[in-house]
């Protein structure tokens, strides 16, 4: 299984979106300044998540969100998650 996920950063409320196959270990390792792109902003937090079969489909909605971002549908993904 692999997800794709969207973190904000609790410092300055900026966005990250990525894919992985092991979340959890993912986010650790986003949390403890081993990924370049995201140590200056730490702590993150994962606001959004999806599920894929194959890291071919995981890598193309991440590229989809990326497009969005900043966007209306990009708020729109955003705020689905606060009516789950």
Do not use: C
């Amino acid at each position: 299984m692999y997800f794709v996920y969207i973190l904000q950063s609790l410092k300055d409320k900026s966005y990250y979106v990525g894919h992985t196959e092991n979340l959890k270990v993912r986010f650790k390792r986003h949390n403890s300044s081993q990924v370049r792109s995201t140590k200056s902003r730490l702590p993150w937090q994962i606001v959004y998540q999806e599920q894929y079969q194959t890291k071919q489909e995981a890598y193309r909605r991440e590229l989809q969100i990326k497009s969005y971002k900043g966007g209306e549908a990009f708020k729109k993904l955003l705020n689905k998650k606060d009516k789950r």
